[in-house]
T-cell receptor, first 114, second 114 residues
Framework: AQSVTQLDSHVSVSEGTPVLLRCNYSSSYSPSLFWYVQHPNKGLQLLLKYTSAATLVKGINGFEAEFKKSETSFHLTKPSAHMSDAAEYFCVVSVLNANNDMRFGAGTRLTVKP | DTGVSQDPRHKITKRGQNVTFRCDPISEHNRLYWYRQTLGQGPEFLTYFQNEAQLEKSRLLSDRFSAERPKGSFSTLEIQRTEQGDSAMYLC????????????FGPGTRLTVL
């Protein structure tokens, strides 16, 4: 069965420093993987997705993620954090069936200190 | 493209009452999904529609829950005889047909059962 584990429930960084949010996946097949961001009182917004093309995926707002099959990881990074990046981030694996089922991680709350 | 909309954004009800939520998907999307998100957790899949057909239901969807999409456009999620454990954010998402198609989420309806 497909699942994801987000290794940190909370990450705190200073503005202008790098961001690393960690995600490991489990999948019997080649997975599709996503990162979504959720700002308070707002809907989930897609940051980026991996669908078996390039292993380094660039997303919106300067975020990127690298698919590493050998490590079963899909960590999200950003070179320089901005105050507006403070939010909840979800790593998601898509079950490769006709229903396009999504399995969400528990989320990582990113705090950005001035 | 006006995005996925949900109504109401917030609902407070007393235990035992019935509530109904509405979701309007992106107009050209024929798939519609409902999720539930409790505090500190990622969204959990409830059910999904392909056009007007409800094709999958999670075991989380007890018999007090019913979802419809009568004309293949908007959808409603009804909870009968609400319980305090139903308090959560209810999220709707839509996508095009096909594996790996991205799901786009609405802002959610936050339900509080007193």
């Amino acid at each position: 069965a497909q699942s994801v584990t987000q290794l940190d429930s909370h990450v705190s960084v200073s503005e202008g420093t790098p961001v690393l949010l960690r995600c490991n996946y489990s999948s019997s097949y080649s997975p599709s993987l996503f990162w979504y961001v959720q700002h308070p009182n707002k809907g989930l917004q897609l940051l980026l997705k991996y669908t078996s093309a390039a292993t380094l995926v660039k997303g919106i707002n300067g975020f990127e993620a690298e698919f590493k099959k050998s490590e079963t990881s899909f960590h999200l990074t950003k070179p320089s954090a901005h105050m507006s990046d403070a939010a909840e981030y979800f790593c998601v694996v898509s079950v490769l069936n006709a229903n396009n089922d999504m399995r969400f991680g528990a989320g990582t709350r990113l705090t950005v200190k001035p | 493209d006006t995005g996925v909309s949900q109504d109401p954004r917030h609902k407070i009800t007393k235990r035992g009452q019935n509530v109904t939520f509405r979701c309007d998907p992106i107009s050209e999307h024929n798939r519609l999904y409902w999720y539930r998100q409790t505090l500190g957790q990622g969204p959990e899949f409830l059910t999904y529609f392909q056009n007007e057909a409800q094709l999958e239901k999670s075991r989380l969807l007890s018999d007090r829950f019913s979802a419809e999409r009568p004309k293949g456009s908007f959808s409603t999620l009804e909870i009968q005889r609400t319980e305090q454990g139903d308090s959560a954010m209810y999220l709707c998402a839509s996508s095009r047909t096909g594996i790996q198609n991205t799901q786009y989420f609405g802002p959610g309806t936050r339900l509080t059962v007193l």
